[in-house]
């Protein structure tokens, strides 16, 4: 069987026409050379080398094979290349998992700038519930999440990226739209959209409302921030939404306004405790927390 080691001794005597400068090149002694060659030639049963003038010179058999020497070398370059640079985070895959109002928004700004300036890489977003995205990086189907708070198990662990705040959008034209900032209280005569009760932000919402003592009119609940803002362009109402979707896409005709007191929460980025972390995704993380600390505030 031809070996790795027989091919490297090959190639180095068709580049140097000689058993003690190809020696010198893979750093062995010219015996050790020598014995590979005899080993090859005798496993392929012809001869590669003439001896002329104390240098060697290919066969016409050497020669034919040469051609497939250089192409096994330059996918092994090619190897190294990206060996390279895949330790230099210029070339990989990341699998990222997000809740949807931050995958569509300002997460989806910095997948697009990171992709345009490392042009090898190659990225898969997709936009979930916050416990669907949990569950993604707790199995490993994704390398990076990030969510809104809570989050809690035993094989994640997180930091926070950003703070945010559930905030009031609506119509430009609706009379609190004229507020640079919207008291909870000033919400009671007012149709509200908000989201569904078993929604991962609803209890900030409810709790909010209870310790203001309103009975709110919530015409209609959702499932995602993207939906309210939608019913609120068309009129439906005040959505009490998480706000950063329409911050990072804003629809004309459209305002967002701080709802007083602050209902924060936070965005976290979540990774497996466990599972081995590319140098990619050190360099994406670095890219998204500049890009989340220049959102509007």
Known sequence: MIT????????ALMRTGSATAAARSLHVTQPAVSAVLKHM????GMQ???RSGGRLVPTPEALALMPDVAGIYGRIEAFERSARDLAGGRLGTLSIAASSPIANGYLAKAVAEFTA?????????QSLASPDVLDRVASGEAE???AYEPVVHSEVETQVLAHNSIACVMRDDHPLAARQEVHISDLAPHALITYLPQALLRPYVDRALSEAGITPDIKVQVGLSITGIALAYHGAGVALVEPQLLMS?????LV???LLPRLQLKTLLLTHKTLPRSQLLGQ???HLKQVAGERPS
Not at 117 to 125: D, S
Not at 249 to 253: I, K, V, Y
């Open 4 to 11: 790795i080691k027989h091919i490297e001794v090959f190639h």
């Open 41 to 44: 030639e005798s496993r392929l």
């Open 284 to 286: 994406f993380i670095a």
């Open 144 to 146: 990076l999440g990030v």
């Open 256 to 258: 967002a306004r701080p």
């Open 48 to 50: 590669l080398f003439a």
């Open 117 to 125: 300036n490392n042009a090898g890489i190659r990225l898969t977003l």
């Open 249 to 253: 896409l804003p629809l004309p005709g």
